[in-house]
Nanobody
């Protein structure tokens, strides 16, 4: 069984920074593409940033230049550095990862989410 656990969320003032982490545990053969999503109240879940196994990244237009996604495969961990935070960044942030387990089966997993609240 594989688990994804996010951490690092919290309350921050506008203009501040937070660093989210997503740690994968369990029987992991290989981490493939990974990403951060967010969902604000009453809104649909949206992609914030994604990173491939090779390290290629892409970002939502709303966070370009402010957020940076990275990964450390040796630690089975993905990060999201969030700078210059705005009140509209307030949401529950989820990590997602395509993980190949010991049976060579590729499955997409989700974390439980971490709340990020940006006050004005």
């Amino acid at each position: 069984q594989v688990l994804l656990v996010e951490s690092g969320g919290g309350l921050v003032q506008a203009g501040g920074s937070l660093r989210l982490s997503c740690a994968a545990s369990g029987t992991i053969f290989r981490l493939n593409d990974m990403g951060w999503y967010r969902q604000a109240p009453g809104e649909q879940r949206e992609l914030v940033a994604a990173i491939t196994r090779g390290g290629s990244t892409n970002y939502a237009d709303s966070v370009k230049g402010r957020f940076t996604i990275s990964r450390d495969d040796a630690k089975h961990t993905m990060y999201l550095q969030m700078n210059s935070l705005k009140p509209e960044d307030t949401a529950v942030y989820y990590c997602s990862a395509a993980i190949m387990t010991g049976g060579f089966v590729l499955t997409n997993y989700w974390g439980q989410g971490t709340q990020v609240t940006v006050s004005s």
